[in-house]
T-cell receptor, first 113, second 113 residues
Framework: QQQVKQSPQSLIVQKGGISIINCAYE??????FPWYQQFPGKGPALLIA?????SEKKEGRFTISFNKSAKQFSLHIMDSQPGDSATYFC????????????FGIGTKLQVIP | KAGVTQTPRYLIKTRGQQVTLSCSPISGHRSVSWYQQTPGQGLQFLFE???????NKGNFPGRFSGRQFSNSRSEMNVSTLELGDSALYLC????????????FGPGTRLTVL
């Protein structure tokens, strides 16, 4: 059962364009939503994270938008660069109890010059 | 501060064999989680250990097991290997809570022939 649905699974964007990756969740107990970036041969690394008390969080060229009522959140990469080419994972977890972190299936982003 | 280390980085085994993978978390981190990463399934949660106790477990068969030592180092074991066990196995450590940042190691690439 996929509790966090991520789309698209692959994305090709031109340099300077905007990359958008969407995620949807089902469990209303989730209250922490991180995004991870993974380069080939490396483990995932935290990129940016948001909690549901805010609707948007921006760090440099990376922005998370969060819609609590729709149970959806998305990652926007502005002015996409070839160095952003990587696989991106959205995730969700709950601070209550000992629930695990649930990851989306991943989006392979390719930024072409 | 040293990152999460995993050994070995690559492993080739044959069906029916067993394998043990090792993970050394970041110093001071008490939580260690294991994930299986495959192209079609993304990151699948195996289990999490905290202070030598298994705190969470994913939906994997009993052939997959793990343990954590008093120094927080962790091992996972897969017995009676199957072809479908071929994957990248990632270890992640964090301080304690579910919403703490997880720091991933580079993974162990297991190939089952």
């Amino acid at each position: 059962q996929q509790q966090v649905k991520q789309s698209p699974q692959s994305l090709i964007v031109q340099k300077g364009g905007i990359s958008i990756i969407n995620c949807a969740y089902e469990n209303t107990a989730f209250d922490y939503f991180p995004w991870y970036q993974q380069f080939p041969g490396k483990g995932p690394a935290l990129l940016i994270a948001i909690r549901p008390d805010v609707s948007e969080k921006k760090e440099g060229r990376f922005t998370i938008s969060f819609n609590k009522s729709a149970k959806q959140f998305s990652l926007h990469i502005m002015d996409s660069q070839p160095g952003d080419s990587a696989t991106y994972f959205c995730a969700a977890s709950s601070s209550g109890g000992y629930q695990k972190v649930t990851f989306g299936i991943g989006t392979k982003l390719q930024v072409i010059p | 501060k040293a990152g999460v280390t995993q050994t070995p980085r690559y492993l080739i085994k044959t069906r029916g064999q067993q394998v043990t993978l090792s993970c050394s978390p970041i110093s001071g981190h008490r939580s260690v989680s294991w994930y299986q990463q495959t192209p079609g399934q993304g990151l699948q949660f195996l289990f999490e250990y905290f202070s030598e106790t298994q705190r969470n477990k994913g939906n994997f068969p009993g052939r997959f097991s793990g343990r954590q030592f008093s120094n927080s180092r962790s091992e996972m074991n897969v017995s009676t290997l199957e072809l479908g066990d071929s994957a990248l196995y990632l270890c992640a450590s964090s301080w304690a809570a579910n919403t703490d940042t997880q720091y991933f190691g580079p993974g162990t690439r297991l190939t089952v022939l």
